[in-house]
């Protein structure tokens, strides 16, 4: 039976590959069989290091197609904006790493090396990834940047699964800090409805900006009437 998580990666996929021409759909074919065979493979089966190679620290081919699928996976038509062949790789590495079945080690050594899109496609796979609550530190790490990408991408469904209240609050603030629509925070509903502590830091900020002279943003507001509603009954 398939699962929620299943259901969403199969349709990523549905439509990734509907978006590539035909030497990105082998591509990724190919990609996928090398993460899938990694996935299987025993540490002991994995290839020796090279000569001053630290443990652990060669990449996987399935790692190297991780690290290129920008250069190959692009929409098969002009995209018209950059977001698309952005949301064209962050598809396909997603998949990368369900198929090998990254753990909690991997994930965290592709975010600490990779690039700007890398590490986004990690922060992105974590709801897929069986690595319970440990990702978010780099939940954690993306939002003490300033890079929007990544401040959208960590405030997914695995921030609202696994940030404590604390936490998940100040992630609302940093959008609004950054100019990170609030439609990006996976489960802003369920969360901000009737946090009074919440509310509370919103007032803060808006009185904040409006002493400096600076507009409140329509976000803020939304958030707040949200945070500032009585809980549902059945919510507590």
Same mark, same amino acid.
């Given at each position: 039976?398939?699962?929620?998580?299943?259901?969403?990666?199969?349709?990523?996929?549905?439509?990734?590959?509907?978006?590539?021409?035909?030497?990105?759909?082998?591509?990724?074919?190919?990609?996928?069989?090398?993460?899938?065979?990694?996935?299987?493979?025993?540490?002991?089966?994995?290839?020796?290091?090279?000569?001053?190679?630290?443990?652990?620290?060669?990449?996987?081919?399935?790692?190297?197609?991780?690290?290129?699928?920008?250069?190959?996976?692009?929409?098969?038509?002009?995209?018209?904006?950059?977001?698309?062949?952005?949301?064209?790789?962050?598809? /396909?590495?997603?998949? *990368?790493?369900?198929? %090998? #079945?990254? &753990? @909690?080690?991997? +994930?965290?050594? $592709?975010?600490? =090396?990779?690039?700007?899109?890398?590490?986004?496609?990690?922060?992105?796979?974590?709801?897929?990834?069986?690595?319970?609550?440990?990702?978010?530190?780099?939940?954690?790490?993306?939002?003490?940047?300033?890079?929007?990408?990544?401040?959208?991408?960590?405030?997914?469904?695995?921030?609202?699964?696994?940030?404590?209240?604390?936490?998940?609050?100040?992630?609302?603030?940093?959008?609004?800090?950054?100019?990170?629509?609030?439609? /990006?925070?996976?489960? *802003?509903?369920?969360? %901000? #409805?009737? &946090? @009074?502590?919440? +509310?509370?830091? $919103?007032?803060? =900020?808006?009185?904040?900006?409006?002493?400096?002279?600076?507009?409140?943003?329509?976000?803020?507001?939304?958030?707040?009437?949200?945070?500032?509603?009585?809980?549902?009954?059945?919510?507590?």
């Amino acid at each position: 039976m398939l699962t929620d998580a299943d259901a969403a990666l199969a349709a990523l996929r549905k439509d990734l590959v509907a978006r590539l021409d035909r030497a990105g759909r082998e591509w990724l074919d190919r990609a996928l069989e090398e993460a899938a065979r990694a996935a299987e493979t025993t540490p002991e089966q994995a290839p020796d290091q090279e000569p001053g190679q630290a443990p652990g620290t060669r990449l996987a081919p399935w790692e190297l197609r991780f690290a290129s699928a920008g250069r190959h996976c692009r929409p098969a038509r002009p995209a018209p904006s950059t977001g698309d062949a952005q949301a064209t790789a962050d598809a /396909a590495r997603v998949l *990368l790493l369900h198929a %090998a #079945r990254t &753990d @909690a080690a991997g +994930a965290a050594r $592709l975010y600490a =090396h990779g690039t700007a899109a890398e590490r986004r496609a990690v922060l992105l796979a974590l709801p897929y990834l069986d690595i319970g609550d440990a990702g978010v530190p780099l939940v954690e790490d993306a939002l003490r940047t300033n890079d929007t990408r990544l401040v959208a991408a960590a405030v997914g469904p695995y921030a609202a699964a696994r940030l404590d209240a604390h936490a998940w609050r100040h992630a609302v603030l940093k959008c609004l800090f950054t100019g990170v629509p609030v439609s /990006a925070v996976a489960g *802003l509903a369920e969360r %901000a #409805r009737g &946090d @009074a502590e919440l +509310a509370r830091m $919103l007032r803060d =900020h808006a009185a904040e900006r409006t002493a400096a002279g600076r507009p409140v943003p329509d976000d803020l507001h939304r958030v707040l009437d949200l945070a500032a509603s009585t809980p549902h009954p059945e919510e507590g």
